[in-house]
């Protein structure tokens, strides 16, 4: 009987530490195809320009990200510069769309934010055990049609009316290219709850020496949904710290930020 549990023992230890080193090989395997750890390591800051539809409207979107963690993402519609999310560090907020005033978020999204945007940039598998997230080789799936390596990724907990809840998303990476094909992550409470939310990844191209997806597309439980295509990555660029302090009047989104000088 003893040797049996031994023997138990010893195949359930093997089997997880072959799993870990198979989530970290895919990994590893999928930071080298895009440009690599050293080349990722030096992006300290990211201008990305898009185009989204909406009701037939082609709509551009600016979205700013930095290494600390702040971000803004705004676009501009019948001439008017709007908020969709801006967060300094400390406060996030928007411009609210019925009103055209810019109003902060509550306490807990801007500590969500703070818990795992810093460890996001620029990649969420880059130097993921510094910074506390955990990896999980799931074995083989399907996404779009093509054979993938299914990836469970947990970040820091997050905050969910005053409580603590897990921050869990699978990513699906290409058994041939070992690049990700879709995200997904699963709503864990409301009305939607077991819903899931899919972010498809296509037409990756080269910028500043590393690949991105330059397509974007959400999904809710596989209904396609909205898009969002890249038109250009700037890495490393001059930004304003302003653009993502909370202003009192919409009136001073209108202004481009480069203009902000």
């Known amino acids: 009987m003893k040797k049996l549990f031994l023997f138990n023992l ?25 440009g690599g750890k050293d080349k990722l390591s030096q992006i300290k800051s990211l201008h990305i320009k898009a185009t ?21 993402i705004g676009f501009e519609l019948q001439g008017q510069k709007m908020v969709q999310m801006a967060f300094d560090g400390t406060t996030a907020w928007h411009t609210n769309f019925m009103n055209m005033k810019n109003e902060k978020h509550n306490n807990e999204i801007a500590e969500n934010l703070k818990r795992n945007s810093a460890g996001e940039f620029p990649n969420p598998f880059l130097n993921y055990k510094e910074k506390g997230f955990k990896v999980e080789f799931i074995g083989k799936d399907e996404a779009e049609g093509t054979e993938a390596y299914k990836i469970k990724l947990t970040e820091h ?33 409301g009305q939607y709850k077991g819903a899931k939310v899919q972010q498809v990844f296509s037409d990756y191209q080269e910028a500043g020496g590393i690949y991105f997806p330059f397509s974007t597309m959400t999904k809710f439980n596989g209904m396609t949904g909205q898009e969002i295509k890249i038109k250009s990555i700037e890495i490393n660029p001059e930004i304003d710290e302003n653009i993502f302090i909370f202003k009192e009047s919409a009136s001073e989104n209108t202004a481009k930020p480069e203009e902000k000088k």
């Open 52 to 72: 989204t539809n909406a009701q037939g409207m082609e709509i551009p979107v600016d979205i700013y990200m930095t290494a600390d963690g702040k971000q803004y």
């Open 157 to 189: 907990p997050v905050l969910k009316d005053g409580k603590e809840v897990s921050k869990e998303m699978y990513f699906y990476f290409d058994t041939e290219n070992f690049i990700p094909i879709m995200a997904e992550e699963e709503i864990k409470d």
């Open 10 to 34: 010893f195949i359930f230890l093997f089997s997880g530490m072959a799993s870990a080193q198979t989530a970290d090989e895919i990994i590893d395997n999928y930071l080298k195809n895009i």
